[in-house]
């Protein structure tokens, strides 16, 4: 080993920088930084600057369609036997439905015992709610959330197509053309990537300068307990599954450093879907697991908006004084188990689900929810990362269950 000069700076010093101002994370970063600052010192110009980080979220959702469609029917037609595509998608939904169910339990459980809703109500930052609550007698329905849910109807398409195609005796010729696209698909979405510090400052401007941090104080016993709840159930539930895999919690988060941050600028876990996706593979997770159990994840395996709607419903009880009981708090848990199903990870779709829950439950007045109004964009970004670190450990437990996991020696992140 030769020694490094001390002068001029070259060589291993000069690439460590070089990397560092060549890495999208240091980027995304200091974009994060510069939005928390605009929005603080300069409101007006923040809030303009909420249309930056929509277009760059809907510039990456363009990406969505066609990127879960090709990794679905690529997935089930490489695998060629459809009774293991089928134990996979069992074994996944019952993992969902066992981890989302854990999700809500200790949501209620946290809300009931530190109760962050026996707050000073004076001050709060009250809003209309009725955009939101226009039609209390509208129920959740599940024909209406699979019509304004473009993912899922993408989702059965695939899968519909990739069992077809599985029985085509083209089958090999498709596979073919549908990889070379596929890859024509994912090389447009890396240039796109490098606009993400543009998406992450224009999202942390607008959410800084919109609501600034004084209008906080009222509810930041809830956004606090919210934060904390996610936390632990990120290093505790999830890193204790990771776990009994032989896997590292803390490991997998630095792996996915970038696709985190991303996720924080945006608050939105689409941002990032297409890309996890990539690191998944990257790490050893199959092809045709990660195309079946992310995209499933997005609409079924919401740990995050689960915790926060479980809270926020306990919240609002406590706010307006009203006791629930045990069997009560054990209805909320099942209408959510349903309710909570339709909140795919786009921004805002979980305040809409919890007003369905609210009206579902005819207990606790709906127009509560313009006490959180002025904080559901702040706790957005928690459950959006805990969504996409929750999709991405399922994943890897399904791989390892299905012996479909072969990581590259060494992982590198």
């Known amino acids: 080993m030769h020694p490094i000069p001390a002068t001029p700076v070259t060589g291993p010093q000069r690439s460590i920088a070089y990397k560092i101002f060549t890495n999208l994370t240091f980027w995304v970063l200091i974009a994060i930084i510069a939005g928390i600052l605009l929005g603080h010192y300069a409101p007006a110009t923040g809030v303009k600057m909420e249309q930056v980080g929509k277009r760059f979220v809907d510039l990456i959702k363009l990406f969505i369609g066609p990127i879960i469609f090709l990794t679905i029917v690529l997935g089930i037609s490489g695998m060629g036997d459809l009774k293991k595509v089928g134990r996979i998608g069992v074994k996944s939904l019952v993992y969902f439905e066992v981890v989302t169910t854990l999700a809500l339990v200790i949501g209620i459980a946290v809300a009931h015992f530190i109760q962050p809703g026996k707050i000073d109500k004076s001050g709060l930052p009250i809003q209309d709610a009725s955009k939101y609550t226009r039609n209390p007698a509208e129920a959740f329905s599940w024909l209406k959330f699979f019509l304004d849910n473009f993912t899922l109807q993408v989702l059965v398409v695939a899968i519909i197509t990739g069992i077809a195609l599985s029985f085509s005796r083209h089958r090999e010729k498709a596979i073919v053309f549908l990889s070379k696209i596929s890859k024509i698909v994912f090389t447009g979405l890396k240039y796109v990537m490098y606009l993400a510090p543009l998406g992450a400052f224009g999202g942390m401007a607008y959410t800084i300068g919109k609501f600034g941090l004084q209008t906080l104080i009222p509810l930041g016993k809830l956004m606090l307990t919210v934060y904390i709840t996610m936390f632990l159930f990120i290093f505790l539930v999830l890193g204790s599954i990771m776990r009994f895999y032989k896997e590292s919690i803390i490991q997998f988060l630095k792996y996915i450093r970038a696709e985190l941050l991303l996720v924080l600028g945006t608050s939105s876990s689409e941002a990032a879907l297409p890309s996890i996706m990539q690191k998944l593979e990257k790490m050893g997770c199959s092809k045709s697991v990660v195309g079946l159990v992310i995209p499933t994840g997005y ?71 313009a006490f959180l109004l002025g904080v559901d964009k702040f706790m957005s970004e928690a459950r959006a990362i805990t969504n996409i670190i929750g999709n991405g450990v399922a994943t890897i437990v399904i791989s390892k269950s299905e012996k479909e996991y072969h990581p590259p020696v060494p992982v590198e992140a």
């Open 299 to 369: 609409s079924f395996n919401l740990d995050g908006t689960s915790i926060y709607l479980s809270m926020s419903v306990i919240f609002l009880a406590q706010l307006y004084n009203v006791h629930l009981t045990p069997v009560e708090m054990l209805s909320i848990i099942g209408i959510l188990m349903i309710t909570s199903k339709g909140a795919a990870g786009v921004t805002g779709s979980g305040f809409i689900v919890l007003a369905s829950t609210l009206t579902a439950l005819h207990k606790i007045p709906v127009e509560g929810l």
